[in-house]
C-alpha cells in the first residue's frame, strides 16, 4: 500500500530565496543511517550520493524548470532530494523502504527548511506505481521531469515502467550502471545495442551525460554509474498510417534479440508462425530478411508489427 508523507513544517514558510540546503556528506549519511537503523541493501541496490559536486551535476544537468514536478526514485537518506527542492516547483521521492520515506521530511525540513514545502514522500514500489498515485501525491500536478539515481538491479525495468505509466514525463535524467547507461543510448549497430536501448528509443531521445565514478557513493558499488538523459517524443506508431501497439511492437523487438546472431528471418520465426512468413512480413515492412536484430531502428521493428497486422 502507498502511503504518502507531506514534509514536516511544510506550511510554515514559503520563501523559497532561503539559504540554499545543507547538502548531505559522507559522514551525515552514515550517522543519519545509523539513527535510523538502516544498513544499506544490496537487494534494493541501495548505494547513496555522497559527494556535493556529483548532486550539483546531476541537477543542473537535468535542466529543469522552475515550474517542473520532479519525479525522484529511491531518495534513499535524501542526498539529491535536497539539492533538487531549489530547482523544481516540487519534488515527488517515491521510496520503498518505509524506513527512509518516514525520515525524508525532517531531514528536508532541518537542512532545507524554505523549501520543505516544496516536498512529497510516496512509499511505494516505483515497478508497480500507477500514474493516479503520483498525480494524487503531487497534489493533482502529473510529474514532469524524472531524476533519479535508479537502484542498479531495477533500473531498466523502473525507466520503462515510468515512461510507459506516466507519459506527463517531459524530460529527465537517471544514473545507472555505467554498462547500462551504454545500452540504453546506444545507436543501431553499435556493440552495445539491444532491447533496452530500443525500447527506450519508443519513448524518448536517450544520451550519454557523462560517467560517475564509483567513489561519490556510500557503500561503495563494484561498477561504475553514468548519465542518460531523456527527452520526450512521440512513439514511432505516432506517425505512421496503420495504428501499432507498443507491447505488440516490444514482443518483435524481444524476439529478434532472443538470438542476437540470427537473421531476422529465423529470430522471428515463432513470433510470425514461420520462417517463410516471417519473411513475408520482414519484406512487406520494407525489412532486409537477412538483417539481425542489432541493425533495426525502434521505427524499423514498429513497421514489422504493423506489416503483420
Given at each position: 500500500m502507498a502511503v504518502l508523507l507531506v514534509a514536516a513544517g511544510a506550511f510554515l514558510t514559503n520563501d523559497p530565496t532561503s539559504a540554499g540546503p545543507a547538502l548531505l556528506g559522507p559522514a551525515e549519511l552514515r550517522s543519519r543511517a545509523a539513527r535510523l537503523g538502516i544498513r544499506p541493501a544490496k537487494r534494493l541496490g541501495q548505494n547513496f550520493v555522497h559527494d556535493a559536486n556529483t548532486v550539483r551535476r546531476i541537477v543542473a544537468t537535468a535542466g529543469l524548470d522552475p515550474d517542473d514536478v520532479v519525479l525522484e526514485v529511491g531518495p534513499g537518506l535524501g542526498s539529491l532530494t535536497l539539492a533538487l527542492l531549489g530547482s523544481a516547483q516540487r519534488v515527488l521521492a517515491v521510496e520503498i523502504d518505509p524506513v527512509l520515506a518516514g525520515a525524508l521530511p525532517a531531514t528536508v525540513s532541518e537542512r532545507a527548511p524554505g523549501w520543505?514545502?516544496?516536498l512529497r514522500v510516496l512509499t511505494a514500489d516505483a515497478l508497480r506505481i500507477q500514474q493516479g498515485e503520483l498525480?494524487?501525491?503531487?497534489?493533482g500536478q502529473p510529474?514532469?521531469?524524472?531524476?533519479?539515481?535508479?537502484?542498479?538491479?531495477?533500473?531498466?525495468?523502473v525507466l520503462l515502467h515510468l515512461l510507459a505509466e506516466v507519459p506527463s514525463l517531459r524530460h529527465g535524467l537517471v544514473m545507472v550502471q555505467a554498462e547500462v547507461a551504454d545500452r540504453l543510448a546506444a545507436p543501431p549497430?553499435?556493440?552495445?545495442?539491444?532491447?533496452?536501448?530500443?525500447?527506450?528509443?519508443?519513448?524518448?531521445?536517450?544520451?550519454?551525460?557523462?560517467?560517475?565514478?564509483?567513489?561519490?557513493f556510500w557503500p561503495v558499488p563494484n561498477v561504475d554509474s553514468g548519465l542518460v538523459t531523456l527527452t520526450r517524443r512521440p512513439p514511432p506508431a505516432a506517425v505512421m498510417s496503420t495504428p501499432t501497439d507498443r507491447v505488440e511492437v516490444f514482443a518483435v523487438v524481444d524476439a529478434a534479440f532472443a538470438q542476437r546472431r540470427k537473421t531476422l528471418r529465423a529470430a522471428l520465426a515463432g513470433?510470425?508462425?514461420?520462417?517463410?512468413?516471417?519473411?513475408?512480413?520482414?519484406?512487406?515492412a520494407g525489412v532486409d530478411p537477412s538483417a539481425r536484430g542489432e541493425q533495426l531502428t525502434i521505427t524499423d521493428f514498429t513497421k514489422i508489427c504493423a506489416a503483420r497486422l
Open positions: 520543505a514545502h516544496r498525480v494524487d501525491a503531487a497534489g510529474p514532469t521531469a524524472l531524476v533519479a539515481n535508479l537502484p542498479y538491479n531495477v533500473g531498466v525495468p549497430g553499435s556493440r552495445d545495442y539491444g532491447v533496452p536501448s530500443a525500447k527506450a528509443a519508443w519513448f524518448a531521445e536517450v544520451r550519454r551525460a557523462g560517467p560517475v565514478p564509483r567513489g561519490v513470433w510470425a508462425g514461420s520462417a517463410a512468413q516471417a519473411e513475408q512480413v520482414l519484406r512487406a
